[in-house]
Nanobody, 121 residues
Framework: QVQLVESGGGLVQPGGSLRLSCAAS????????MGWYRQAPGKQRERVAT???????NYADSVKGRFTISRDNAKNTVYLQMNILKPDDTAVYYC???????????????WGQGTQVTVSS
């Protein structure tokens, strides 16, 4: 059984910062790509940022220069540092990871439960 648990969401004023964390736990042999996605009310879920096991990153154009994704492989954790937040960044943020289970020996795609980020004055 593998779980992803996010934390760090909340209410912040425009121009402020938040740091999201997502920890993977369970029967994990290895973790490949990890990433953050978001879904605003009435919109489709969109990719925010991804990071490979080797540390290569990729960002949506809307967050480039403001958000930074990183990971701690020893802790099976991925982070999203969000700076200069805008009202348009308001959404539920979801963690995603491709994990090779040490039990089933199969790589599956896992999602966290989501954490709300609200940017408002």
């Amino acid at each position: 059984q593998v779980q992803l648990v996010e934390s760090g969401g909340g209410l912040v004023q425009p121009g402020g910062s938040l740091r999201l964390s997502c920890a993977a736990s369970g029967s994990i042999f290895s973790i490949n790509a990890m990433g953050w996605y978001r879904q605003a009310p009435g919109k489709q879920r969109e990719r925010v940022a991804t990071i490979t096991s080797g540390g290569s990153t990729n960002y949506a154009d809307s967050v480039k220069g403001r958000f930074t994704i990183s990971r701690d492989n020893a802790k099976n954790t991925v982070y999203l540092q969000m700076n200069i937040l805008k009202p348009d960044d308001t959404a539920v943020y979801y963690c995603n990871a491709y994990i090779l289970s040490g039990t089933s020996w199969r790589t599956d795609n896992y999602w966290g439960q989501g954490t709300q980020v609200t940017v408002s004055s």
